[in-house]
T-cell receptor
Framework: DQQVKQNSPSLSVQEGRISILNCDYT??????FLWYKKYPAEGPTFLIS?????DKNEDGRFTVFLNKSAKHLSLHIVPSQPGDSAVYFC??????????????FGKGTKLSVKP | KAGVTQTPRYLIKTRGQQVTLSCSPI?????VSWYQQTPGQGLQFLFE???????NKGNFPGRFSGRQFSNSRSEMNVSTLELGDSALYLC?????????????FGNGTRLTVT
């Protein structure tokens, strides 16, 4: 059973427009969420995170929104740039013993930003 | 500061063989985690080490094992390789597991089992 779900395998957006990537989760014990970006032939790189005590976290062009009642989070990229084209993963730590090395990942959404 | 280094980048092995993959974390990082990425299953957690102790283990068979050395470097071993073990194996490190710091991933080792 997938505890973190990204239901859109791909998304195509025009340069300069907003990209919205969605993620749903089923485990109400999750209290922290992260987004990672992955380019081909590279490992994932951390993008932005949010704690469950917040409903929004912003870092430059990237904003993550958390709706705990709906168990849903979204990543907004404004404005989108061609260099943002990558696979985006939503993740949550299982948190056993406070560990955050054990992340549950969604299957990713491939974002293509067209010039 | 050097990133997470994984060696080798590519490996081709035959069914039944065993393989050892190596990971050097970012200097000062004490937590090392391993993940397997496949097209079907995505990124799946294998195990996590902190200060030479296995802290968590994912749902993988006992053929998958790992260890961490006193300098925080880590190795993972897969014995009796199966075709389904073909995957990208990613290592990630963080300063102190549990402090909220994000994982820093290496570029992975691409294992092909024939």
């Amino acid at each position: 059973d997938q505890q973190v779900k990204q239901n859109s395998p791909s998304l195509s957006v025009q340069e300069g427009r907003i990209s919205i990537l969605n993620c749903d989760y089923t485990n109400s014990m999750f209290d922290y969420f992260l987004w990672y970006k992955k380019y081909p032939a590279e490992g994932p790189t951390f993008l932005i995170s949010i704690s469950s005590i917040k409903d929004k976290n912003e870092d430059g062009r990237f904003t993550v929104f958390l709706n705990k009642s709906a168990k849903h989070l979204s990543l907004h990229i404004v404005p989108s740039q061609p260099g943002d084209s990558a696979v985006y993963f939503c993740a949550a730590p299982m948190g056993y013993g406070g560990s955050q090395g054990n992340l549950i990942f969604g299957k990713g959404t491939k974002l293509s930003v067209k010039p | 500061k050097a990133g997470v280094t994984q060696t080798p980048r590519y490996l081709i092995k035959t069914r039944g063989q065993q393989v050892t993959l190596s990971c050097s974390p970012i200097s000062g990082h004490r937590s090392v985690s391993w993940y397997q990425q496949t097209p079907g299953q995505g990124l799946q957690f294998l195990f996590e080490y902190f200060s030479e102790t296995q802290r968590n283990k994912g749902n993988f068979p006992g053929r998958f094992s790992g260890r961490q050395f006193s300098n925080s470097r880590s190795e993972m071993n897969v014995s009796t390789l199966e075709l389904g073990d073909s995957a990208l194996y990613l290592c990630a490190s963080s300063f102190n597991s549990g402090d909220g710091s994000p994982l820093h991933f290496g570029n992975g080792t691409r294992l092909t089992v024939t």
